[in-house]
């Protein structure tokens, strides 16, 4: 019989549930209930992937201890208290940055001799300079500012 076997098991298949008409209602109501079946399946999937992600931000999220966001607001703070200081000297320093007569610049921090400064006018700020050199060609006094 060959190509007929499939066609024979059809029929013979029709023929069990009662007809053509009911067999396919039998396999519609099937597929329904394989899709809700996956419907379910995959609402299950989501409803764990959101609660994974909710338990891993949850435990790994980036948490600010309280002492580490009172102390930067102070560092803030403090760094906003110090005045302008203006520059007598021009001087080119290093990082690309020429400071001419009359220029003004604020300090933020202080590391040893390291002083980041926010250039008055200026959009590329912060710039790191030697508190030294700032001494020399500025109002600036080192000795004012917190290490």
């Given at each position: 019989?060959?190509?007929?076997?499939?066609?024979?098991?059809?029929?013979?298949?029709?023929?069990?549930?009662?007809?053509?008409?009911?067999m396919?209602?039998?396999?519609?109501?099937?597929?329904?209930?394989?899709?809700?079946?996956?419907?379910?399946?995959?609402?299950a999937?989501?409803?764990?992937?959101?609660?994974?992600?909710?338990?891993?931000?949850?435990?790994?999220?980036?948490?600010?201890?309280?002492?580490?966001?009172?102390?930067?607001?102070?560092?803030?703070?403090?760094?906003?208290?110090?005045?302008?200081?203006?520059?007598?000297?021009?001087?080119?320093?290093?990082?690309?940055?020429?400071?001419?007569?009359?220029?003004?610049?604020?300090?933020?921090?202080?590391?040893?001799?390291?002083?980041?400064?926010?250039?008055?006018?200026?959009?590329?700020?912060?710039?790191?300079?030697?508190?030294?050199?700032?001494?020399?060609?500025?109002?600036?006094?080192?000795?004012?500012?917190?290490?």
């Amino acid at each position: 019989m060959g190509n007929m076997d499939e066609y024979i098991a059809l029929t013979t298949r029709a023929k069990a549930e009662g007809g053509p008409d009911l067999m396919l209602t039998a396999i519609e109501k099937a597929a329904e209930i394989k899709g809700i079946g996956k419907g379910a399946a995959v609402l299950a999937v989501g409803i764990a992937a959101v609660a994974g992600g909710k338990l891993l931000w949850d435990q790994y999220a980036l948490k600010q201890p309280k002492d580490v966001t009172d102390t930067a607001a102070a560092a803030v703070a403090k760094a906003m208290a110090h005045g302008w200081n203006t520059v007598i000297e021009t001087r080119e320093l290093p990082g690309g940055l020429t400071l001419a007569v009359g220029d003004r610049f604020k300090p933020l921090t202080r590391d040893g001799d390291v002083v980041m400064i926010e250039v008055e006018d200026r959009e590329d700020n912060p710039f790191p300079a030697s508190g030294a050199v700032l001494e020399q060609i500025s109002d600036l006094v080192l000795s004012n500012l917190d290490d």
